[in-house]
């Protein structure tokens, strides 16, 4: 039976709830259901056209060969000159590595940290992907409990260092809770990974989506030491837009890149050549292209936050397009299948994101959804609570 040739590492692996989920909330639809779909965390704009055309520039010009397999020199460049402007972070351009998505990056970046059962830090609520990536690697997923405000909590973290703790992942602002981390919080944490020497890996994908004035900051810009243990991952998807592209990037120290280079070069080679021009594109550009998109994501997370029931209990988003809420007392998985049943909203359970109880809508969908969702869990709460 080939079903028992199947690795263990494979069988141990469960599929992401964030894309299953909008699956199926895509094949209701398509079969006439008048679902309303807050699964899966993405725009629901569209990629720009000037970055479009890059690409079909860049393939009309042949740009189709595999290039470096850590990415293009100009790309590193520019994500060099992107640190450099953004995060006040100097890199040369080896020690950046661009990947296909953030994702990959963070993957690779477990590849090359994990010896067997050395130990990840993951504070709750997470994103799903983090605790399976860290199986696949070999590692073993510490989850650190958050506190009433959904930040981690600090005495608790420091209770779970053990000689095996490799690194900690830093998700901020994070999915799913739209938690932003502030210098004062970034500053205990480093504390922590320098006096430990833990490395962070600052998972970064969110940090143009910020509301409120608050402003990212990276916690490899606290200082010189701090910055030699972090790896800071980010990516294009979020930000422009790009996320069906497939192209992510990492920064880190030269040892931690140079392993990275090896394992990306016997692995996938380079992420799509032409992607990587449109992603040159979308970098270099004068970035105040994306603000009318952040300024739409801030007046959606106001009017939710603003008209859901005091029934309903939330973390308030400062930064990213997720809302993590409960309703009344069931598990996550009834939570989110009454929320289909009862009102037809799609929704992820958030047991997944190590947050029981709770489910994540994703407001990276019309006003038009957003105003028919409030109404929808408002009235659910009214019968639940
Ligand atoms: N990190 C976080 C926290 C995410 O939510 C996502 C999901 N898009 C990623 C990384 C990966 O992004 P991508 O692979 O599209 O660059
Ligand atoms: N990160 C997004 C989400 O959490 C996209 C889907 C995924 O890659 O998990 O919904």
Redesign the pocket.
Known sequence: MIENKISQRAKNIKPSS?LAVNKKAAELVAAGEKIINLSV??PDFDTPDFIKQAAIRALNEGFTKYTDSSGIKQLRQAICDKFKKDNNLDYQVEQIIVS???????FNVLLAICDQDDEIIVPAPY?V?YPEMIKLAGGKCVVCKYKEDFKMDIEHLKSIITRKTKAIIL?SP??PTGIVYSEKELIEIAEIACKYGIIVIS?E??EKLVYGGLKHISIASLGEEIKKLTIV?N????TYAM?GW???YLAAEMPVAKAIANIQSQTTSNPTSFAQKAALTAITADQSFIKPMIEEFEKRRNFIINNLSPKIHYCKPDG?FYVLLKIGNMTSGQLAQKLLEEEKLATVPGDDFGAEGFVRISFATSMTNLEETVKRLNNFAERNV
């Open positions: 964030t965390g993405e296909c998505g953030a994702k990959h990056s963070l994103w992907s998700n994070s999915n998972d994908v969110y991952v990516g294009v998807s979020k996320t497939r192209i992510g990213a």
